[in-house]
């Protein structure tokens, strides 16, 4: 009984900022027995079972107002943190780990409520409502910056950093499969893992300036850009989405983003400036205090989608183009913000929650 292993929950849902950190921490626990609790039909389903047995719950968020919704949306949250607590309950878990969302409520209530350990981290400059209500209940609040300090509880924080997927600190990344020629200056633009069909038309109506300069686009797009497949040119490439982002962003010359918390440590780890749009509809436009970050230590410029226009977009573009050494030093700053070891970081915290 005594060499049993520890069995941990990992309550992790919706989108690849919520779910890559949290793989990534599973990845550096090799010696835990570990299952996730997710939602049905969100991008858990797609990515965790080939890895991990996954428990579902029909939780949802809380929208503006209060109406027969929102007493649906409430029975739900009392029924999920039933069963969460019947599967802490039978599975014998020792501990929960979440990284936020509307999942950590029923995840945080349910362990605690049973007397276990939660772990939770935040990989946004500002912490979300579910972080700053629950984050006094937890026994550990990982940060991602540092920024987010001063809106939770002090003895509990530990700044960490937010991990990356292995591939991006793999000692050889796999080469593009992309007909890009080396000399070739490269624009890639991505929303994160839900794509950007704003930024998406910004870039169309800004590329063909950029690519008469010799400069290549690759484009994802995300699957819900009603305008994919309209513009064409032999050095724009458009894709919903790529799988060895480790090895364009690497490649890339300057990247246009979201500036979700996932995507920001992406960049900070290949040491890629970049062009940040924050998507204005962000719970309590957190992406903005993300950008912030980055456009503090110089490593991004940031532009609010409500003042931008394709014309201001395609002139940042060809002004950074135009001056290598701003790139250089812009991609020196992102590095420096970069903490590579957030995984081996988070997972010591862990276990000394755990294991103490």
Known sequence: MTNAPIKLLIAASGTGGHLFPAIALAEKLP???????????????QLVPKQYPLNTIPVEGFQQGFGLASLKILAKLIGSIIEVRRILKQGKFQGVFTTGGYIAGPAVIAARSLGLPVVFH???????????FFGPWCNAMALGFDAAAKYLPKAKNV???????????????????????????????FGGSQGAVAVNKFVRQAASAWLDTGAYIVHLTGDRDPDAGIFKHPQYIELPF??????????????????GAGSLTELAVCGT???????????????SYNADVFTKAGAAITDKQSELTAEKLQTQVLQLLQNPAELTKMGENAK???V?????????????????
């Open 336 to 338: 420096a913000i970069a």
């Open 273 to 287: 400036p970049a062009i940040l749009i924050p998507y204005p509809f962000a719970a309590e436009d957190h992406q």
């Open 31 to 45: 010696d835990y027995e570990i299952e996730w609790l997710g939602v049905p039909n969100r991008l858990e389903t």
């Open 340 to 356: 590579p070891d957030s995984a081996d970081k988070l997972a010591s915290l862990l276990r000394e929650v755990l294991e103490s």
């Open 122 to 132: 935040e990989s946004n400059a500002l912490p979300g409502k579910v972080t700053r």
């Open 159 to 189: 700044c960490v950093g937010t991990p990356v997927r292995s591939q991006f600190l793999a000692a050889e990344i796999p080469p593009l499969d992309l007909t890009i020629p080396d000399n070739a200056p490269l624009i890639v633009v």
């Open 242 to 259: 790529y799988d060895n982002m480790a090895a364009l962003l690497r490649r890339a010359t300057l990247a246009i983003s979201r500036s």
